[in-house]
Structures are given as structure tokens and as C-alpha cells.
């Protein structure tokens, strides 16, 4: 478990899957990040198992415990951003109630220093699609630096094609900014 002034960030539990779907089926937040509205409670229940158990995936609580995102290091083998052990991916989203609060770029910023200072990764890739203005935004508090744009990528949970941003965080400039 990691903590923050605000957050704590955990394994996700089954037992989350009621938050998880309070939050993750509003059409405005899953497909600007590019998968669809969960539709049920056994639903949100499934993707725990199938998708947010994956390592390195934590929820995003609230001190009380109440999960109200996720944040995520998608280590090799799991991202096709890059081919290197250390070098990873880093996802987020969090619940439309707590949108322009600092929270996701909070709980992002402390798994940043989790993967340099722990798991020694060297770089974190992190990547937007077109229009995702909220995601562009987190990677610029964060320090990402834009490395380029790919046209016509294929988001096979939303069944369509995009343009997405692909930016770059190196351990030494994220020891520069903190």
C-alpha cells in the first residue's frame, strides 16, 4: 500500500466492485481514456479480476477507504510502449465527482516516485488520446515530456480508431522537479 497527504492507493478488492462501477459507468470517464461504461456491479466485479488485479494496479481511495479510481504501472510485457525491464507505462482515471481536484496527478506523482526509487525504472511512457484535454494536463503537472503522436491506432474496447500522444517522464528529470 502506498499513501499520500489525501489517498491511499491498494490492491483492488472484489469487494470494491460497487464504488468501482458508481464511478467507472459514467460515459464520461472510461471512453476519453478509451474503454467503455461498465454496466453492472458484475461487471465492475469481473474487470477486478480480469484487468484491475494486474500487478502494480492500485485503487484510488479516499482515507476512508472508498475506491474512487485507479492508478497503474504497466510493466513490460503488459504495455507496447516499450520493450525494456525498466522502463514502464503509467495509467490513471478517477470518478467525475472528484475531477479538478489534484487528486489523480497526487496519486499518480507518488507511484512515479514508487517505480524510479523502488521498482528502479529509468523512464515512465504515459500516452493521451486526442481530445482527452484532463489526461494532457495530469502528464504536464507531472513533468511528462511529449515524444509524438501516432494516427490511426487501434482502441480495440471502444471498436474504433484514434489519435493518440505519447509522452516521457526519465528518472533524471523526475529528480530534477521533486
Not at 472484489?14 to 462501477?21: E, G, T
Not at 482515471?93 to 523502488?118: H, S, T, V
Not at 482502441?155 to 505519447?166: D, I, P, Q, Y
Request: include cysteine.
Amino acid at each position: 500500500m502506498l499513501e499520500t497527504k489525501r489517498l491511499l492507493l491498494r490492491p483492488w478488492q472484489v469487494s470494491d466492485a460497487k464504488d468501482l462501477y458508481e464511478y467507472a459507468s459514467d460515459p464520461a470517464v472510461g471512453p476519453p481514456a478509451g474503454w467503455p461504461p461498465h454496466t453492472s456491479v458484475e461487471n465492475s466485479r469481473e474487470l477486478i479480476r480480469s484487468v484491475l488485479s494486474a500487478p502494480e494496479t492500485y485503487a484510488v481511495c479516499l482515507k476512508d477507504g472508498k475506491a474512487i479510481g485507479s492508478v497503474g504501472l504497466k510493466l513490460k510485457g503488459y504495455t507496447d510502449m516499450t520493450d525494456r525491464e525498466d522502463e514502464c507505462e503509467l495509467g490513471y482515471w478517477i470518478g467525475k465527482p472528484f475531477w479538478g481536484q489534484g487528486l489523480i496527478p497526487e496519486a499518480a506523482g507518488e507511484l512515479l516516485r514508487y517505480a524510479f526509487e523502488e521498482l528502479n525504472m529509468r523512464a515512465v511512457w504515459c500516452g493521451y488520446y486526442e481530445g482527452n484535454e484532463k489526461s494532457r494536463r495530469v502528464q504536464q503537472k507531472l513533468g511528462f515530456i511529449y515524444q509524438h503522436t501516432t494516427h490511426d491506432l487501434n482502441v480495440s474496447l471502444m471498436n474504433e480508431k484514434r489519435t493518440g500522444h505519447t509522452s516521457l517522464l526519465t528518472k533524471e528529470r523526475w529528480e530534477e522537479l521533486k
